[in-house]
């Protein structure tokens, strides 16, 4: 697809069997990105089946990129999109390749590069064995010998929920993933009796495998498995087997009894619950985001959020000693990440600096175990409706706040057993700009219902204020206001009050005696 958009589309049962010379592969198309004149957009789009590429000892050797939808997408929009398609690749063979060449595998997409995902899941397996010979095999030519001591074939496999890489200021947002990632590599890293610098390296996250050069994943969660390995010791796949169908039967059999072992050699298993691992720290943020999954890997590659030198705010995951195995010491990946208890991860108050007005929807009381995003719900909403939606106000001075209070939705959502009702909270975005003088027309949305109406702001005024004191009775407090001469605004201010030294006069048979009392206001950087 070059440019141009694909949207309102449903693809069922797709079977698309891969054993031949194929770089991008998926259900929908292997391969996206921008026409001469415009961006490619993908829109609305849903699939089912399955996706494989069973590979011998002939393999491609360079990369090669799968996905449920997309195999790669370029500069371009992937929006609302929900994969139910299985991704696999597995070696039926040893693989014997001539250079350096990495699998890329998502339940979106394989690979995305300067595009955007948003409001995309996946509920699908991404399963990645591969069983190849890393440097050389017997009949390398002697001539060989030394550029490939010297060099060695770093070889990459990465497995995302979402996508398998995102790369250069691509971003992924408010997306979930509840599917199962398994990420293993049988290898053998050797040159004759010489060890090389080669690298064998699985990366899986629940969202994304690899993050590179100013990827955002913002607003993601996942919920489902993720493994990773990489290993010279474990025979997965047993004989007789070359159907992608009984090889998952087979294989996670398999995954399920596996210990993990260390590293082999420059061989390391990255497995965490959103970015299984970036390179630099000019990746990232990855931001409010939370992991409830299951994770294993190899021995001090398991990281709950991120793995590697992302930069990370506000994230969250479930900690339980049976939750994460493999990981090396007790500690949080990255400075941004905070462990809590399954009860923990129920309550509103582990989420604080998501936005629940807007982003996020979490109803403690209800019932619901962790929160959900608004525009990509999990479960079902249903029965949606404004209860109230009585406008209280309608005009408003210049910088002056909406308030929607008079407004209350219910809704059902599937697995809670009442309907959930609630007061419509004044920051939830509707369109209103408090510094946009005159008439506005505004939208109020939950899931699809809308209601309109409109406010009037008026323009900007030059207030003239003057400072007023208020003693009490007394005369030892004091309250203060600014208020404007040519209007109604008011401003309360916080009084110090301090006794004036050097102005006590003591009682005595004719003086009642005399305190003198200074009230302070401070407004901005002065004070009245």
């Known amino acids: 697809i070059e440019g141009g958009t694909v949207q309102d589309l449903v693809l069922e049962n797709c079977k698309i069997n891969n054993t031949g010379d194929v770089t991008f592969t998926a259900a929908l198309a292997g391969y996206a990105d921008q026409g001469q004149e415009r961006e490619v957009t993908i829109r609305n789009v849903t699939a089912s089946g399955s996706v494989s590429y069973i ?47 990495s699998r890329f595998l998502g339940g979106v997409t394989g690979y995305i590069q300067k595009g955007l995902v948003t409001g995309c899941s996946n509920e699908a397996n991404i399963t990645i064995y591969r069983d190849y010979y890393g440097q050389f095999h017997q009949d390398t030519q002697p001539g060989d010998f030394v ?28 997306c979930y993933n509840t599917g199962n990632l398994s990420n293993c590599m049988y290898n053998t890293h050797s040159l004759y ?19 590179f050069r100013n990827t955002q994943v913002l607003d993601c969660y996942n919920t489902g498995r993720v493994y990773s390995y990489s290993s010279v010791e474990t025979t997965i796949i047993p004989e007789g087997v070359n159907d992608a169908d009984e090889f998952l039967q087979a294989f996670w059999k398999k995954l399920d009894s596996i210990t993990c072992s260390a590293p082999f050699q420059n061989a390391h298993g990255y497995a965490s619950g959103i ?18 999954g299951r994770l294993s890997g190899m021995d001090g590659d398991v990281y709950p959020i991120a793995g590697g030198d992302v930069i990370t705010f506000y ?76 406008l209280k106000k309608s005009e408003y001075q210049y910088g002056e706040a ?14 809670v057993t009442d309907p959930i009702s609630f007061t419509v909270p004044d920051t939830k975005e509707c369109g209103y700009d ?13 899931f699809g219902v809308t209601e309109e109406f409109d406010v009037t702001v008026a323009p900007e005024h030059k207030h003239q204020y003057k400072t007023v004191f208020q003693w009490n009775e007394e005369d030892k407090s004091c309250t203060a206001k600014r208020i404007c001469e040519t209007c109604d605004v008011s401003i309360p201010l916080t009084c110090t009050v301090r006794s004036v030294w050097g102005q006590h006069i003591e009682p005595d048979y004719e003086n009642p005696g005399q305190e003198v009392y200074e009230a302070t206001a401070v407004y901005g950087e002065k004070d009245y």
């Open 315 to 390: 994230c969250r995951y479930l900690k339980n000693e049976d939750l994460t195995v493999g990981a090396g010491g007790d500690s949080d990946s990255l400075v941004g990440c905070k462990g809590y208890t399954e009860e923990e991860m129920k309550q509103a108050g582990t989420y604080r600096n998501f936005d629940m007005d807007n982003t996020w929807f979490f109803e403690e009381e209800s019932g619901m175990q962790t929160p959900q995003l608004y525009h990509n719900m999990q479960s079902k909403v249903s029965n949606v409706k404004f209860t109230s939606n009585t």
């Open 402 to 415: 909406l308030d929607l209070s008079g407004f209350t939705v219910s809704f059902n959502v599937e697995g």
């Open 55 to 101: 590979t011998d000892k002939n393999a491609p050797s360079r990369n090669i990129s799968m996905g449920g939808i997309l195999g790669y997408v370029g500069k371009g929009t992937m929006e609302n999109c929900h994969n139910k398609v299985d991704v696999t690749y597995y070696s039926s063979e040893e693989e014997k390749p001539t250079g350096a060449c």
């Open 193 to 211: 009796s010489t060890v090389t610098n080669a690298y064998s390296t699985a990366m899986s996250g629940g969202m994304v495998g690899a993050l």
């Open 147 to 174: 550029a490939v001591a010297l060099g060695g074939l770093n070889n990459y496999d990465v497995a995302g929920g979402i996508c398998g890489v995102a790369a250069e200021d691509g971003k992924v947002e408010q």
């Open 434 to 446: 408090r510094y946009k003088e005159g008439k506005q027309h505004l939208k109020l949305s939950y």
């Open 275 to 292: 970015v299984g691992y970036s390179t630099t720290n000019s990746s990232g943020p990855v931001k409010n985001c939370y992991n409830t």
